[in-house]
Each structure stands twice: as C-alpha cells, then as structure tokens.
C-alpha cells in the first residue's frame, strides 16, 4: 500500500503537534500530501454568532496551522489545510476521512486514563473505532 495522502487532525495541542511532526517524517520520505484538519466544536447552535465564528477560525488557525505549515515546507512537503466547525469533533474527522479519502490518518492522544477516559471519553478512541482507513495515534 502506498502513502500518497495523509489527514492529519490537529487541535494545537502538543500530542497534535507530536503527530504532525511525525506525519511530516512520513510525508517527506514516500512523497506525500498532509491535510491538516482542525475542527472547533459548538456544543450550543447560539454559542457562536458568524463574526464570532470567523474570529474563533482565525485565532484557530493561528495556534493550530502556523507551525505546523512551517515544519511542513521546511520539509518540502505539501501541506493544505482545512477547518470545520461541528457539534461533533469525532464524526467530523471521520466524515473527512470518506470526503479527503486519505491512505492514512494521523492524531494525538490526550493520554486520559481510569475515570477520566471513561466520564469524558476521547477524540482519537472515537476516531480509532470509526475510521475505514489506517489510524496513527502520537502519544
């Protein structure tokens, strides 16, 4: 199986950092695209108004994409980036999975553990169960 595409999920926490970075090493060594996918959750439909929201996009992008996409054409790698905004960050990354139809996902994990994983859940355990392609999660 060649890997000409990977999504990566990121929300600019240093795990998300950890997996761009190791994505970045896959990317430049077979030749592959990056797509780095940030989603910003809205619980509430009123929580944020359309300025509100593209202020939140931009604030967003800022933390999640600008070292990411430096890493990225440092290494030569192609690299596009995508924000959704959703109710649900887990459906969304897999509903991007069947749109991007990349040979790869990549993601950080929050490490949560005992009582907290399962009250709060996780993004990446929900992504890993739904996925239809290959998932790397970067602890």
């Known amino acids: 199986m060649a890997i000409r595409k990977i999504l990566v999920a990121t929300d600019g926490s240093v795990f998300s950092r950890r997996a761009a ?17 940030h989603v910003i959750e809205v619980k509430r ?9 593209e202020k939140t996009k931009a604030k967003q992008a800022e933390l999640c994409f600008k070292d990411f996409e430096a890493e990225a054409k440092n290494a030569e ?53 739904k996925s239809t392609v290959p998932v790397l999660i970067v602890k």
């Open 21 to 37: 970075s190791f994505a970045i090493e896959i990317a430049k060594a077979v030749n592959a695209e990056i797509i780095a996918l």
């Open 45 to 53: 439909p009123k929580m944020l108004e359309a300025g509100s929201i």
């Open 77 to 129: 790698v192609q690299f596009k980036t995508k924000m959704l905004v959703s109710r649900s960050t887990p459906q969304t990354i897999i509903d991007e999975v069947e749109v991007q139809n990349p040979d790869i996902l990549a993601m950080g994990s929050h490490g949560l553990t005992g009582l907290k994983k399962l009250l709060l859940g996780s993004v990446s355990t929900e992504v890993l169960k």
